[in-house]
Every structure is written in C-alpha cells, then in structure tokens.
C-alpha cells in the first residue's frame, strides 16, 4: 500500500494546474488603494441595476428561476438571439468550466493561444484533458499557428476577443478564417469578455458566426460593465450545445439578485455606450501617454493596456513605483510576459497619475 492510497486521489491533472492567482487589491500601508488590476467599470454599476438589485433584498429566502428565465430573455431583446440558446452561469469562468466538463476527457486536447486567457488551462486539466498553447505573432493570436496547433485530439478551441492580457483582437474575416479550418466536430468557443469595449470596425463579436455553425459558441460576461461581484456570465449557442451543458449546469446557479440586476444592466444602454465612451477616450490617452522611445503600450480593444519595459527587473520597479502612490496595477508575469504591466482604464484622476507616477520614474513621455 502506497502512501496516496491512504487518502482520496483527484483525477488526472488537477494537481498539474496552476491555480489562478488575482490581481494584487491591497496598497502600501496608510495609502488609499486605487485598483487598476482587475478590468473593472470605473464608472461603477448601471443605476437601473442596482435598484433591481436592491428590490430583491425582500426575496432572500427564496430559490431563484433555475433557468435565469428573466435574464435570458433580457439579453434576448437587446441582442436579437433566441433565449432557448442562451445559458447562464456564476460568470463566464462557471460557463467555461461546463464547456470543458461537457466537451473533453482524458486523452482530448484544447488550443488556445501562447498569451490567451489563463483560466483556459485551469478548466481543460480540470477536466483531464491537455491544453495545447499555439505561438502568437507579435502578442496576437495568429490563426495559421491555432490550426497548426489542432489534432486528431482536439475538441475545443478557445479564442479571447480581444485578448486578456494583451488587448489585441482577430478581425470578423480572420475569425471567420480560423472557424473555416477547423473539423466539424471542434467546438470554437469566442470568448467576448470585453465585446462592450471594442471600437474597431472589422471586429465581430461572433454571433453571426454562432449563427450559421454548429460548432461555435459565444462566452460573455456581465463583469466588465460593473457587476463583477455577482459573477454573472452567459452564453449564446447552438441548441444541442446549450442543451448538453444545461446537463451538468447547476439549477440554481445565478443568484435571484444577480438575474434581476443583469437584466436591468443589459437593458440600459446608454450606461453601456457611456462606459464605452469612457473607456475609449482614456484608453487612446493612456496608450500615447505612455509610449516613449523605451516603452511600448500594445494596442488595446478592452478596457486596459498592456505596457512592455525593457526588461523584467523594470517592469517590477515600475509596480513597486505606482504601488507606492496606491496606484495597483497587474504585473503579469504569470502569463509568461515577465516585462509587461496590465494597467486597467480607471477615472481621469487615476490615469493621470499612472502617467506622472511613470514620468517620474523615467519611463514615459507625457502626452497633450
């Protein structure tokens, strides 16, 4: 008798994972803490969302509809789709682990690009599959690398757009290129996180594509647009896939609260359109602000920036130097981009001072 057979074994590939590590939330001691680590709405939560929220207090004791009937509906009217091919989940990474649950084993692999959204490994291995990392161009998921990257063992491609940590996106005809070269039986998942954010006019979000194809869906989430902490994400596609995963989806598992307020939230757009304004305004700002003969800001479609320094050790002087004024920003090294910082778009005040904090240092140019 071995030692582990004295105690419950997990399955293949949970002890292989690296658990997700999130972004630091606390600053120096006596500093007030302004956090630009987690992609958050600087403008807060829609108002309509917080009193459907708040109209909810009385309901606490009782069990929420287990389809998340009034949110699905919700998303149905703002975004023209069939409820019956949307499902809801405790955020998109609850709707990503079910994908993975449903659609691999052991033996089967995912693809994902080399900088792609980390939980991608966390919910294949969780699953006992393996996770297949395809090299980018230039911090950009290149799609001749994903289909060079695919088997006889992949069964799920998973594709941020745009990209967390690195903001870049594939354009609606290189999207359309990367479904058009894989199986049949691959499931592509088009994981639209910061869709609500993108302002370049050849980006798709991919519901046409979950449209015309069997084997496509569409991740989003409610937590870029300031309901991050009731974790409500969704997915839209085709019927036999929302109809396998609703198997294993738990009946329960958006909150009474959080159904309410997701459904006020989608249906206010013109909070939305102002988070989108913001966002865009700062976001350009920041990316000419910082850039200077020895930075590079990536260009970004979300609601950040990734910044590249001349090495590692820079790159976490220059945390340590915004960290010291409270401004928390994500180093990113467990990505593999030891050089780079993710900064995310905050008020006009905290901007401002991400940029002075890195003039200071000597890293930056300032901008008009």
Sequence with gaps: MTETTLRPVPQPGILRIAPYVPGKSQAVPGVVP?????????????PRAIAAYQAQAGRLETYPEGSSKILREALGDVHGLDPERIL???????????????????????????????VYPIVTRGASAEIVMAPESDYRADVDALLAAVTEKTRLVFLANPNNPTGTYLSAAELE?????????????????????????DY????DLVDRADNVVMVRTFSKMGLAALRIGWMYGPAHVIDAVNRIRGPFNVSLPAQH??????????????????????????TRSIRSNRLRVVDSQGNFVMVLFPDPAE???????????????????GYGIAEGLRISIGREEHMRGVVEVLEAFG???AAD
């Design 34 to 46: 302004v956090k630009l680590s987690a992609n958050e709405s600087p403008l807060g939560a829609s």
């Design 88 to 118: 809801c989940g405790g955020g998109s990474d609850e709707v990503l682990h079910l994908l993975a649950q449903t659609y691999l084993g052991e033996g089967d692999e995912a693809v994902m690009s080399r900088y792609g959204f980390n």
């Design 177 to 201: 290129r990367l479904h058009g070269g894989l199986r049949p039986d691959v499931l592509l998942v088009v994981d639209s996180a910061y869709a609500e954010y993108v302002t370049a006019a």
């Design 204 to 207: 798709s979000v991919g519901i």
């Design 261 to 286: 307020a997701g459904a006020e939230a989608a249906r206010d757009r013109g909070f939305t359109a102002e988070l989108c304004r913001h966002n865009a305004r700062w976001r350009d700002w920041l």
């Design 315 to 333: 790159a976490k002087a220059a945390f340590g130097a915004l960290l010291e004024k409270g401004l928390i920003v994500r180093e990113i090294h």
């Design 363 to 365: 890293a930056a140019g």
